[in-house]
């Protein structure tokens, strides 16, 4: 008997003496792979199948990493490998889920941010231009007071012994009122007035509600009560003779002063 016996002379299969596996022919260790990777797969499915309270099924992103992890696993070390690469593609996916939910909800806020964004800027830049021409309107009106002299004066005619006025005068009265809450704090001075008939202590008490009527129309359009200050003269400015009705008619009246300051030329402001 010859002590040594040459082993087999086919390339397809090659032994390794200390570790009885395939060695070299790729064709074999692919088959060993499908095989191992099918069953780790029955051995998945069977428990699944008997089970009638099984979780669900796993997600999309879940079931991509399983698959993927348990090819490669599978491919680099065998069935031990598949397992721990089922595992961690299934840990990996389901990260990759968790980062797209999560990177889909700041992409939202940021956008819903931005669109919040947008609306302030386009708010603060329509009140900066609402400024600029209110700020260009007083300065107009306040140069064309200044030419006039060291008041502005409206004048508001009333009824003989009456302190009440009709619809349309306190509705002209009131677009008046908001025209000077435009101006700020401004000091506003009405004084009532009546004609030289009768006694000057009913005349006082006359002039004097005629100034309180046209003071609450102004207030009603928005000036502050402390800026408009109301005096009564009585007849004691009258100019017409008793016997002259349309100067009659001129005496009885209430006149809204604008003061100035005759330093400045602009309006007086309350200190």
Same mark, same amino acid.
């Given at each position: ?8 002379? $086919? ?18 260790? %692919?088959?060993? %792979? ?47 490998? &598949?397992?721990?690469?089922?595992? %961690? ?21 940021? &956008? ?18 609402? #400024? ?26 009333? +009824?003989? $012994? ?9 509705? +002209?009265?009131?677009? #008046? ?18 004609? &030289? ?13 005629? &100034?309180? %009527? ?24 009258? +100019? ?32």
């Amino acid at each position: 008997m010859p002590d040594f016996i040459p082993p087999p002379t $086919s390339p397809s299969v090659a032994m390794d003496p200390a570790h009885p596996v395939l060695m070299e022919d790729p064709d074999m260790k %692919t088959v060993c %792979t499908l095989i191992t990777t099918l069953m780790l797969g029955g051995l998945a499915a069977g428990p699944a199948l008997a089970d009638s309270d099984a979780p669900p099924r796993a997600s999309k992103q879940e079931s991509i990493g399983i698959g993927g992890g348990l090819v490669v696993g599978a491919l680099a070390a065998g069935p031990v490998g &598949a397992i721990l690469g089922a595992a %961690t593609g299934a840990l990996l996916g389901d990260r990759m889920h968790r980062d797209q939910v999560a990177m889909t909800g700041l992409e939202s806020a940021l &956008a819903e941010a931005q669109t919040r964004e947008g609306h302030l800027d386009a708010r603060v830049a329509a009140l900066r231009d609402e #400024l600029g021409v209110r700020e260009r309107m007083l300065r107009d009106l306040e140069q064309t007071t200044a030419r006039i002299g060291e008041t502005v004066q409206f004048s508001v005619p009333f +009824r003989t $012994s009456e302190a009440s006025l009709p619809p349309e005068v306190v509705n +002209r009265l009131a677009r #008046l009122g908001r025209v000077l809450v435009e101006l700020g704090d401004v000091e506003i001075q009405v004084e009532g007035h009546a004609d &030289a008939r009768g006694e000057e202590r009913v005349n006082l008490a006359l002039s004097a509600a005629r &100034a309180e %009527t046209v003071r609450a129309v102004l207030l009603d359009a928005g000036l502050a009560g402390e800026q408009v200050q109301t005096i009564a003269h009585g007849s004691a400015e009258a +100019r017409a003779a008793a016997d002259d009705p349309d100067g009659l008619a001129f005496d009885r009246r209430v006149d809204i002063r604008l003061v100035l300051d005759p330093t400045t030329g602009r309006f007086a402001r309350r200190d």
